[in-house]
């Protein structure tokens, strides 16, 4: 159960993050996502770590928005 709370957690503030475009706090995220997931091995974890760090990563290129097909 407080595996369950964690994850969902770390969703709701990934989720505030990018609307503010948070970096810092990604980065933050993307630490604690990978530190669980490390210690965990679920496959769970690693999926949410990858998906923090990746949106950290897209987030911090400051015109990912003007890439083709981003609108879509």
Avoid: C, F
């Avoid at 970096?23 to 769970?44: E, F, G, V």
């Amino acid at each position: 159960m407080q595996e369950k709370d964690n994850v969902l957690d770390i969703l709701e503030k990934t989720k505030e993050a990018v609307k503010r475009e948070d970096i810092p706090n990604l980065k933050d995220l993307s630490n604690r996502t990978i530190h669980t997931a490390t210690i965990s091995q679920d496959p769970d974890n690693i999926t949410l770590a990858v998906i923090v760090y990746s949106l950290g990563k897209i987030i911090e290129r400051k015109n990912y928005r003007e890439y083709k097909g981003w609108d879509e």
